[in-house]
C-alpha cells in the first residue's frame, strides 16, 4: 500500500465509529465511504472544513484534518473496492 | 421488488449518466449510490433540492423531484448491496 493509504488507514481510525472500519457504515445518516472516488472525498472533506457542506459533526471532526490529512483519508477510502450485487 | 424501488428503478435512469446503471458511477467527482443507506439519500436529495448542499447539477436535478421521487430513488439506491473487499 501507498504511504498516503496507510495514514489514511491510521487517520481513519477516527471515522470507525459512524462509517465503519472499513468504510460501510452503520449508521443511517452516515454514508458508506468505502470505494467512493478519491477527488469526491476529499472534495467533500474540504467542503465539510470550510462549512459550505454543513453537517454538525462532519464540521467538527474536518476542522482538525489538514490538506495531507484529507489526501490520506480521501486514498485510503478510495482504496477499498467494493462490488455491487444485482438486484434479485 | 417493492413498488417505490420500482419506481425508484425507472427513476434512476436520469441519474445513470453520472452515478452509473447500477450505482456504481464512472464520474471522477460523482459518488457511488449503491447501497447507501435510504435516510441518507434522501436528506442529501432534499438538500440538493432545497439549495442547502450546493452542486451545480444536483440543484437542478433534484430541484424537478416530488418527494415520492426521492422516496423512490432513496428506497432503489439502498437496496442494491454492496460488499468491500477487505484491503490487500
Redesign the interface.
Known sequence: ?SPA?EAG?QKAQMCAACHGP????S??????L???????LA?QLKAFRSG???HEQMNVMAKALSDEDIAALAAWYA??????????
Chains 1, 2 share one sequence.
Open positions: 500500500q493509504v488507514r472499513l468504510g460501510l457504515g449508521a443511517p445518516d452516515a454514508p458508506h468505502a470505494g467512493q472516488p478519491e477527488i469526491y472534495a459550505v457542506r454543513r482504496s477499498l473496492k467494493i462490488e455491487v450485487q444485482p438486484p434479485r
